[in-house]
Every structure is written in C-alpha cells, then in structure tokens.
C-alpha cells in the first residue's frame, strides 16, 4: 500500500515538496534546480549562470529559450529565497545577476 501511495504523490512519493518550504524550481535549460534563480518576463525560470551564458552566445537572438518571447537580461527578475548555495565553480565568470527594481510607494494624499 505505501508503494502506491508514492507513485501517486503521497507523503514520500515525488510531488511531496509542490509548494512546501523545501520546494525547488528546476531551470529551464539546465533541468537541475535553480540556482540564483530568474525568471524571465514571459515567466519561465532559470539559473541566472544559464541565461547569462545562453544570452552571451546568441546575442543576435535574444530570445526565451522555452517560448521565443524577446528576453533581455535586464527585465529578468531575481528569485530570493531561504538558504544560500555558495558552491559555485570559480572557473566561471558569470557576473552577478541583475537586481530587482522595487517601485516606488505610492502617496496618498
């Protein structure tokens, strides 16, 4: 019986983490979770060191790699969350991904 509870997505089957604190975000080219997550206006999900290097490598056609929609790396926006995955190859020169634009608060007046 616990068998078939995991295949259908019970306690330990493999949707047990949609939407709980531990959940992940698998990026859209790699297919691994995200790491310094972005997504993109178009709302698909990378790791920025992915879309950084697909955007440097195309820079003719700057496009979504998912959808085609028109992509530019400044209107990504970053994902935050808990915990921090510090382990990345220093043989990789990605800069740092963009930041989020915060607007202004609105006055009531």
Do not use: Q
């Given at each position: 019986?616990?068998?078939?509870?995991?295949?259908?997505?019970?306690?330990?089957?493999?949707?047990?983490?949609?939407?709980?604190?531990?959940?992940?975000?698998?990026?859209?080219?790699?297919?691994?979770?995200?790491?310094?997550?972005?997504?993109?206006?178009?709302?698909?999900?990378?790791?920025?060191?992915?879309l950084h290097q697909w955007l440097e490598t195309r820079p003719e056609r700057q496009e979504c790699p998912v959808c085609k929609a028109g992509i530019s790396r400044e209107k990504v926006v970053p994902l935050y969350g808990r915990g921090s995955q510090k382990s990345q190859d220093p043989r990789l020169k990605t800069p740092p991904r963009p930041q989020g634009q915060r607007p202004a608060p609105e006055s009531r007046g």
């Open positions: 019986m616990a068998a078939a509870e995991d295949e259908d997505g019970g306690p330990e089957g493999p949707n047990r983490e949609r939407g709980g604190a531990g959940a992940t975000f698998e990026c859209n080219i790699c297919l691994e979770t995200a790491r310094e997550a972005v997504v993109s206006v178009c709302g698909h999900l990378y790791c920025w060191p992915c």
